[in-house]
T-cell receptor, first 111, second 111 residues
């Protein structure tokens, strides 16, 4: 069964550093997403991406965040100048027209 | 008012029991509805989509009441492996694909 994959599984970084989280969506899906979940809180939408551009973003997705599909398979989330409050689980998801399937997540710890 | 509201639980039930979870959503323009399950520190996994006429998948039955903005999930013959957090999820559609998650209801099935 096809699945979304994410790397790394855990990333530790110092405050102010840049991180790139990587995702490989399901191959025939056209819509890609990033969500985050701060420990003990609910899953929150960050951004959706379709046809090589951002189609929707939340208030959380400010100028320190960016997304890219650098090639035909990868989808990345870049966080510039990380803050302590960016520590969370980041989930990538992909979908065809309807149902979204999530990757196993990257746990980001900012120290 | 929270966009998607769920009783956090925990619901502690014996194996074989029937358990029901409820969820309310605040935005009457919501068009698509889902139940996901999430195991501790893992990604949300799609359990089932919820259709207006109600739908069943094995031991799981989902119902939608648009007038009351209410969604339910019924689990029959609970198994130990059903222990997880159940997430109620809605989507506006009409060009917007972002999923809005509830905080989840925790289920613990006991032997």
């Amino acid at each position: 069964e096809p699945e979304v994959t994410q790397t790394p599984s855990h990333q530790v970084t110092q405050m102010g550093q840049e991180v790139i989280l990587r995702c490989v969506p399901i191959s025939n899906h056209l819509y890609f997403y990033w969500y985050r979940q701060i420990l003990g809180q609910k899953v929150e939408f960050l951004v959706s991406f379709y046809n090589n551009e951002i189609s929707e973003k939340s208030e959380i997705f400010d100028d320190q965040f960016s997304v890219e599909r650098p090639d035909g398979s990868n989808f990345t989330l870049k966080i510039r100048s990380t803050k302590l409050e960016d520590s969370a689980m980041y989930f990538c998801a992909s979908s065809d027209e309807y149902e979204q399937y999530f990757g196993p997540g990257t746990r980001l710890t900012v120290t | 008012r929270k966009e998607v509201e769920q009783d956090p639980g925990p619901f502690n039930v014996p194996e074989g029991a029937t358990v029901a979870f409820n969820c309310t959503y605040s935005n009457s323009a919501s068009q698509s509805f889902f139940w996901y399950r999430q195991d501790c520190r893992k990604e949300p996994k799609l359990l089932m989509s919820v259709y207006s006429s109600g739908n069943e998948d094995g031991r799981f039955t989902a119902q939608l009441n648009r007038a009351s903005q209410y969604i339910s999930l019924l689990i029959r013959d609970s198994k130990l492996s059903d222990s997880a957090t159940y997430l109620c999820v809605v989507r506006l559609d009409t060009g917007r694909r972002a999923l809005t998650f509830g905080s989840g209801t925790r289920l613990q099935v006991q032997p």
